[in-house]
């Protein structure tokens, strides 16, 4: 089964940005909806921002604007560039890949404080 590794988290001061990774351990394919989630202690987890349908991008309410995924099918990875960074940004951060079932990543903390 596909393998998916976040990279790109840390610390950062509010207004900067981050940019996180997800490397799949095999090729990936348009057809594939990939995407992140995020999770904070106690609540669920909920989507950031996801490609489905090979072109269609979707955004939380809460991102107006500030981020942008994107992927790179010949390297099989895919990203999420964040900007304008918030306290409220601050979560796990966890990408996922969609086959014939959902494939997580194993969670990368952005933690946004000055």
């Known amino acids: 089964q596909v393998q998916l590794v976040e990279s790109g988290g840390g610390l950062v001061q509010p207004g900067g940005s981050l940019r996180l990774s997800c490397a799949a351990s095999?090729?990936?394919?348009?057809?594939?909806?990939v995407g992140w989630y995020r999770q904070v202690p106690g609540k669920e987890r909920e989507l950031v921002a996801g490609i489905f349908r090979g072109v269609l991008t979707n955004y939380a309410d809460f991102v107006s604007g500030r981020f942008t995924i994107s992927r790179d099918n010949a390297k099989n990875t895919f990203y999420l560039q964040m900007n304008s960074l918030k306290p409220e940004d601050t979560a796990v951060y966890y990408c996922?890949?969609?086959?014939?079932?959902?494939?997580w990543g194993q969670g990368t903390q952005v933690t946004v404080s000055s």
């Open positions: 996922f890949i969609d086959r014939r079932s959902r494939y």
């Open positions: 095999e090729s990936i394919f348009s057809s594939q909806a």
